[in-house]
């Protein structure tokens, strides 16, 4: 039996912890926007994934303020603050294709390149972009991506902080 764990946070404290993380999210976005203008890609892409997971986690937190309108407090899973999965898989849902860098799958945007693995920014995708690894018999640094979908990503993760902040 798997045991949640939920964290009680105060009603009149939520608005303010989904605001924290949308202005992290932002913050997010504009570093990395430095980032890219030095060729730092693959930092870059580490703060894109950072900027999706507090995204999402103000999205949660503010599904659940709207959803448990009764009571002083409002309990979210644990998960909440420390499952990088659980957060990157509210992202895609709220994101949706925008969060794959590159694929072969001919989407709904243009360009796309053909035979292209699947490219998606996830927790494994952050680490692969923030340290060098020595796998399978070489030197292995952050992933070969579509920058024109990078640009989407950035895109999607703004618009949908911009329509969380007027929905507060």
Not at 61 to 86: A, N
Not at 143 to 152: A, L, Q, S, V
Request: aromatic content about 10%.
């Amino acid at each position: 039996m798997v045991t949640v764990v939920v964290v009680q946070i105060p009603r009149n404290m939520v608005m303010e912890g989904i605001k924290l993380c949308l202005d992290n999210a932002e913050r997010y976005v504009k570093d990395l926007e430095l980032l890219r203008q030095n060729r730092s890609i693959e930092h870059a892409v580490v703060m894109a994934i950072f900027a999706c997971e507090e995204m999402a986690k103000a999205y949660i937190l503010f599904e659940h303020f709207k959803q448990e309108s009764d009571g002083d407090f409002i309990g979210v899973s644990k998960k909440l603050f420390e499952d990088h999965e659980y957060k990157m898989k509210t992202a895609e849902k709220v994101l949706g294709i925008n969060l794959y860098l590159d694929s072969s799958r001919l989407p709904v945007r243009i360009p796309f390149r053909l035979g292209a693995p699947d490219v998606k920014a996830s927790p494994k995708l952050r680490l692969q972009c923030a340290f060098v690894d020595f796998r399978d018999g070489s030197w292995k640094f952050g992933t070969e991506h579509n920058p024109h979908y990078f640009t989407f990503l950035l895109k999607a993760i703004q618009d949908k902080i911009d329509s969380l902040r007027s929905k507060l």
